[in-house]
Nanobody
């Protein structure tokens, strides 16, 4: 079964850190780009970070978030530092298998004091 499953969300204080993980299965992980998206309440889903041969970030998270992947373990991670209240959202892992996009169910990140 082709799937991705997120973990690691929770509550963090402003300036704090969280690490999200995504476990992939059912496809040849190393061949495909992996992405993290987020959707805040009342807003559209937006691309946060992506990784294939290199990595790319939304301007709003550059210098604070780092995406990484472990092709041996079929995992992709998102290290989030210096969190801000505006980072509060449901974060989704996404795999791009050609024209097919695989989505996880999401993990909630709340940044609040």
């Amino acid at each position: 079964q082709v799937q991705v499953v997120e973990s690691g969300g929770g509550l963090a204080q402003p300036g704090g850190s969280l690490r999200l993980s995504c476990a992939a299965s059912g496809f040849t992980f190393s061949r495909y780009a992996m992405n993290w998206y987020r959707q805040a309440p009342g807003k559209e889903r937006e691309l946060v970070a992506s990784i294939s041969t290199g990595d790319n970030y939304a301007d709003s998270v550059k210098g604070r978030f780092t995406i990484s992947r472990d092709n041996a373990k079929n995992t992709v991670n998102l290290q989030m530092n210096n969190l801000k209240p505006e980072d509060t959202a449901v974060y989704y892992c996404n795999a791009e298998l050609g024209v097919i996009k695989i989505w996880g169910k999401g993990t909630l990140v709340t940044v609040s004091s």
